[in-house]
Structures are given as structure tokens and as C-alpha cells.
């Protein structure tokens, strides 16, 4: 029989249905951090001005829990039945929580030859999702519980391409191409471009809250929460190392990454993947450059 369990009354004490089959208390739901973040933005943006609708989070049922492990939640998919003030229209409510991702542009760059002579390492590893063994992709993965987004991303580059880098050598393009944005609301907020950087609900009423640092980009906002934060870095080498890059293999292999690199030429990239990241962080690349904000 599913039980059903009430959210702290910060979040309105939204009810929360659960299935029997799945284990899942109140507090490890709320001490999800992909949960506790979307309910609190979602809250937040409920409450804000651009709701001229009045739409109202009624209920949310749990569909299925991933964990990592025996006891971390990895990824989380609920139905939120969100309706408006004349109860006419609901909203579609399928929503996979997983958190905030990187994605990182790793460039090599030739000693001695022209500055925009840049290669891309792309990563060829399996992606079952999108049914094949070897998708060619920008190095990326997922920030942890406390992590921070520079933070895992110089991780993911020691993983993944065998570089190791200081977080301050990264440049963020999220962050760049976001500060300049003319779709900011007068006050600088980021809800009128779709980022959504409600400041979260405080526990206490007198308690002054951040707006949480999403400045990336929706990877698919029609069911994932995932906000992808994308940074660059450039990699300096002797252009007679330039093949030993090649056909590299890399990963985690007791995690079960298999990984070869590949090199791409950067002004050739657009055409040389399908992955989607990598055509977002080239693209925030060109943008600030030709807008002369690139720090390279």
C-alpha cells in the first residue's frame, strides 16, 4: 500500500505520494540535493511575478529512485501534479531529478603555432542510453553532494584526459556569456531566460538566502532538472606530441569507464560530434570571442 508523507511547511507541506515498492523516507527525500533544489526553485518561482497564471504545486508522486550505492540516491523521477488559479490547466509534470552537471572544452594548443590553432579532446566511450559503444563527447559527469563546479571539473579532466589542472587556470563560459546577457530582468535576475535563480526558501524566516549558482544550461528542460555548467581550458604542448594524443585511453576502469581520446580541430568541431555539450561549449567559445569577453 503507498504511503504518503507531508514536505516541511517551508515547501507549503506539499503531500508526497510513494509507492510500496519503493524505500524512500521524508528525510532522505528532502536531503536529496537535486530535490531539495528543484522544490526550493520551484517554490520560489511560484511565488515570484512571473506566475500571472497562479499556478500552484498541489501534489508530487514519487515514479522511481536510482541509488548509487546501497544508500545515495543517484537519480530521482517524480510526477508534480502544478495546476492554475482557475484549476483548468495542469502542467506537464514528469520530471527526473539528477542534479547539476560540468561540461568541460579541453583544448591543445601547438607551442609555437597561431593562437587559434586549437585541437578539442573528445572522449569515445559507451553510451547505452544512446545505443552505441562509442559516442565521441566532451569530457563531463556530475557535481557531488559538496563539490563545486570548477571543482568537478578539474576532476572530470583528470579522469577522463589525464591533465592536471589548478581550478583557477578554467575559464568559466557559463558565467561569462551569462554577465553580459541582455534578457536579465531588471534587477539581474536570471528567471526571465529560462535559469531559474529564485533565491531558495529559507528554514527561517529571518535567515538571508543566496540565489543558488546555476548559471549553465538546461540540458533538456522538459524532463531533467540538470543544469550543465560549461568551462575551457587551454593546454599548452610541444607540437611534436600532438599524435601521442591520439587514440589515448583513459577512465576510471574499476567504475567501468572505458575511454579513448580523439582529436578534433576546434573550427571543425561543430561537424565532428553529436553530442550536444560539446556544440553548446563551442558555441559559448565563438560567442565570447567575437564579443572580445574570452579570457584567452
Known amino acids: 500500500m503507498s504511503s504518503?508523507?507531508?514536505l516541511p511547511s517551508i515547501y507549503n507541506s506539499i503531500s508526497v505520494k510513494i509507492p510500496p515498492h519503493i524505500p524512500l523516507t521524508q528525510t532522505e527525500l528532502v536531503e536529496?540535493?537535486?530535490?531539495?533544489?528543484?522544490?526550493?526553485?520551484?517554490?520560489?518561482?511560484?511565488?515570484?511575478d512571473n506566475n500571472p497564471d497562479g499556478y500552484t504545486l498541489r501534489h508530487l508522486e514519487i515514479i522511481s529512485v536510482v541509488r548509487f550505492g546501497s544508500t545515495r540516491i543517484?537519480?530521482?523521477?517524480?510526477?508534480?501534479?502544478?495546476?492554475?488559479?482557475?484549476?483548468k490547466v495542469s502542467l506537464p509534470g514528469t520530471v527526473l531529478l539528477r542534479g547539476p552537471s560540468v561540461g568541460i572544452l579541453a583544448l591543445l594548443h601547438p607551442e609555437g603555432t597561431p593562437k587559434n590553432?586549437?585541437?578539442v579532446i573528445l572522449v569515445l566511450q559507451p553510451r547505452l542510453a544512446g545505443a552505441t559503444t562509442s559516442m565521441a563527447e566532451i569530457p563531463a559527469?556530475?557535481?557531488?553532494?559538496?563539490?563545486?563546479?570548477a571543482g568537478a571539473a578539474a576532476k572530470e579532466i583528470e579522469e577522463e584526459v589525464g591533465i592536471t589542472i589548478s581550478e583557477d587556470k578554467l575559464i568559466n563560459l557559463s558565467e561569462l556569456a551569462i554577465q553580459s546577457s541582455p534578457l536579465l530582468d531588471k534587477d539581474q535576475t536570471k528567471e526571465s531566460i529560462g535559469l531559474a535563480n529564485a533565491p531558495p526558501v529559507s528554514e527561517s524566516p529571518n535567515q538571508e538566502t543566496q540565489k543558488q549558482n546555476l548559471d549553465g544550461l538546461f540540458s533538456s528542460?522538459?524532463?531533467?532538472?540538470?543544469?550543465?555548467?560549461?568551462?575551457?581550458?587551454?593546454?599548452?604542448?610541444?607540437?611534436?606530441?600532438?599524435?601521442?594524443?591520439?587514440?589515448?585511453l583513459t577512465?576510471?576502469?574499476?567504475?567501468?569507464?572505458r575511454i579513448t581520446l580523439k582529436l578534433v580541430k576546434f573550427d571543425e568541431l561543430w561537424k565532428a560530434t553529436r553530442d550536444s555539450k560539446a556544440l553548446c561549449a563551442w558555441a559559448l567559445w565563438k560567442g565570447l570571442e567575437e564579443a572580445g569577453r574570452l579570457p584567452y
Not at 559527469?141 to 563546479?149: E, I, Q, R, V
Request: aromatic share 12%; charged share 30%.
Open 32 to 48: 536529496f540535493p537535486a530535490f531539495k533544489s528543484w522544490i526550493s526553485r520551484l517554490t520560489s518561482s511560484l511565488r515570484s
Open 251 to 257: 577512465g576510471l576502469r574499476d567504475k567501468g569507464e
Open 4 to 6: 504518503t508523507i507531508a
Open 74 to 87: 543517484g537519480f530521482l523521477m517524480l510526477n508534480a501534479e502544478v495546476r492554475d488559479a482557475d484549476d
Open 117 to 119: 590553432n586549437l585541437y
Open 221 to 248: 528542460a522538459g524532463l531533467l532538472d540538470e543544469v550543465i555548467t560549461y568551462h575551457a581550458f587551454v593546454h599548452e604542448i610541444p607540437e611534436d606530441e600532438l599524435e601521442q594524443w591520439k587514440g589515448r
Open 141 to 149: 559527469g556530475m557535481l557531488d553532494d559538496h563539490g563545486s563546479f
